[in-house]
C-alpha cells in the first residue's frame, strides 16, 4: 500500500479536547504577602506563642550578633548571619513537631538551634573542626547543607519514606531566593508534587543571592508562583512578621500531614548583614535601601504589637534579653576553647569498614603522628 | 547426595533475581527509577518487581536523576534502603552532584550517625550498538570519589551475588552493569543463588604462568577469549577478573603478577586518567623487582565513545590485547 492509498484510507478527526489537569486559581498566591502583626488577624494570635516567639527572635539575633564577633576573632572560619530573617528561621522552626525534620540551608543555623541543636554545635561546620557537629537523628534536623538546593530532595525522599511507613512526619525544607534556580529546586517540587509528599518548601526571599538581585534571579512574578506549575499551591508570607511566618508554616504544615501533599512558601525578607563576613555588601545595595528594612525589623515589628496589647512588660523584655546574654556568654566561652581533634578520625568514618588502601594511610598517618609525637618528647628531654 | 541443576541463565535474569530476593529478604528494600515499574526497565532487569511488591516498592519516578538519587538520600535517612536505577551510563551524570556531594559524604560528613545504604544500578560500556551518551564507562569518576564502593560484575553468579552484597552494604555501591554482557548466559543454579560474594576480591578467571591481564565486567570475556588465542603463540596467560573497583584487591592482584611477572591492564574507558593507570601503578608499586616489562594498558581511545559504526575501532579486542601481550618480550634498551 503506497502512501497515498493510506491517506484516501485515512479519515481526519479533530484533535482530542485538550483540558487541563486541574484549575491554577487556587494555587496562585495572594497579590500581597500575608501579615498578621498590625492587622486584624493578630487578635486571633496566641499570645503564648507570640511571647516565645519573641524570647527565640531576642535570642537568635544575640547569637548572629555572637557568631559574627568570633569570626573576627578567628573563631568561625565564616559565617553566614541572618540577622534581619530570625522570624523565618524561629517562626518556622516552632511550627514543626517533635517528630518532623528540618531540612537547612547553610543559613539556617537559628533554625536548628530553635529545634533544639546545641549551639556550640551547631557552628562545626561553620567553626572547621568537623563538617556537622550533631546527630542529626537527636532533633532530627539535616546536617546544615553547604550546595544549593540539594538537600531539598532528600526532605521530599525522607517524608516519602516516612509516609510509605504509616508516620505522619512532615518535612520542612528551607532554601535561598538563590536556590531556586538551581535544578535540585525543579525537580525535589516536581517529586514532591508527584508523590503528594508531605514537605513544606520555604524560601527565605532575602533579596540577594550573594550580590545577585532577585530580578537576575527569576522572571516570575513572584518566587510563590512557582508552585502552580508543579501543582502545589503557593503562599506569600511576610518573612519579618514572625506570626504569619509561624501561621502560614503550621498551614502548610497541617495540610500536608492531613495528606494534601507541599507546598511552597515564599517569606519575603532582607538580609541585614553582608552574606558572610567575608563580603562586601556595600558594592551591590544602598544604605537606603538597608535603611529602610531596619524599620521593618522583625523583633520591632513583634515587639510593637505585644507592647500595644499590653503582652510585654519590661520584666519580659529583660527575662527574654538575660536569656539571651546567657546563651551568648556560653557560646563565647565554650567557642574560645580549642577543640580536642583526633587526625585518626579522618579514617573512621569514611566507609563503614575502611578499605585496605585506608587503613595503609590510616597506619602511615598512625606513624608520622608517632614521630613527631617522639620528636616532641624529645625536645622536651 | 543431591545433585543440584545447573541451568543457563543470562545476567539480566540472575539481577532481576537479586533484587526480588533482596526485597522479599528485606521490606526497607526499595526499587526506583525511570521505567522501572509497569516496563520492568529497558532492559528488563526489573520486570514484574512492581507486580510482586507494589508500586510503592518498585516506583516509576518522574524522569530526573538528580531527583530519583537525592530523593533516594531523604528515603536512605529513614532507614529505607533504595536502589536506584540510572537507565544509561551518561544518564546519570546529572546525579553526579547528588552522588558526589551527598551520597558519597553523608556517613563522614556526620561522623558515621547518617550512613546511606543506596545502590545506584548504572547500566555501562559499549559494544550494543547504542548511539551517543548509551555507552560511556565512567567508572574512574566513581573511582576517583571516596565513600563509594565501585562494583562491576562480569559472570551471572557474581551479577546475583555482588548484587546482593551491594543492597546489602552499609555503604552506598555504585554498581555497574557491563550492558553488552546482559544477555551472555552462564551456568547458573537459580534454584540454589546464594554465594554472596564479600565486595572487595578480587578472583582468577584463568590461571596462567606467562603474564595477567588485570580487566573486569565487559572486557572479562575479551581477555578469556584472548587468552585461550594466545596459547597459539606459547603464552600462558592469567586473566584476573577484578568485580571491585573500590575497595581494590591489591592482594590477589599483586599475587597474579608476581607469578607472572608480566601485566596487562584491559578495560574499555579511556586509558589516560583512566583505571589502568592506577593499576597499573599499584602493581608497579608492589611487584616492581618481579617485573619482567612495563605494566601496560589497553584502553578505549581517549575520545568521547565513538557512534555505533565505528565503536569496534575503539573497544579494546583480542587483536589488540594480543599485541600487548607481545610487546611484554621486553627487552633493555642498550
Known sequence: MTVMEQRGAYRPSPPPAWQPRMAPAPLLPDAEPYRVLGTEAAVKADPGL???LYAELVRGRRYNAQATALTKQGRLAVYPSSTGQEACEVAAALALQERDWLFPSYRDTLAAVARGVDPVEALTLLRGDWH???DPYEHRVAPLCTPLATQLPHAVGLAHAARLKGDDVVALAMVGDGGTSEGDFHEALNFAAVWQAPVVFLVQNNGFAISVPLAKQTAAPSLAHKAVGYGMPGRLVDGNDAAAVHEVVADAVRH????????LIEAITYRIDAHTNADDATRYRGDSEVETWRGHDPIALLEHELTERGLLDEDTKRTARD?????AADLRERMNQDPALDPMDLFTHVYAEPTPQLREQQAQLRAELDAEHGHQEGAHR | MT????????????LTRALRDAMAADPSVHVMGEDVGTLGGVFRVTDGLAKEFGEDRCTDTPLAEAGILGTAVGMAMYGMRPVVEMQFDAFAYPAFEQLISHVSRMRNRTRGKMPLPITVRVPYGGGIGGVEHHSDSSEAYYMATPGLHVVTPATVADAYGLLRAAIASDDPVVFLEPKRLYWSKDSWNPDDPQSVEPI????VRRSGRSATLITYGPSVPVCLEAAEAARDEGWDLEVVDLRSLVPFDDETVAASVRRTGRAVVVHESGGFGGPGGEIAARVTERCFHHLEAPVLRVAGFDLPYPPPMLERHHLPGVDRIL?????LQWEAES
Open chain 1, 323 to 327: 536569656a539571651a546574654e546567657a546563651m
Open chain 2, 200 to 203: 572487595g576480591r578480587a578472583v
Open chain 1, 50 to 52: 507570640l511571647r516565645r
Open chain 2, 3 to 14: 545433585t543440584v541443576a545447573v541451568k543457563p541463565a543470562t545476567m539480566a535474569q540472575a
Open chain 1, 132 to 134: 556537622t557537629g550533631y
Open chain 2, 323 to 327: 599485541d600487548a601481550v607481545g610487546r
Open chain 1, 256 to 263: 500536608a500531614r492531613a495528606g494534601g501533599g507541599p507546598t
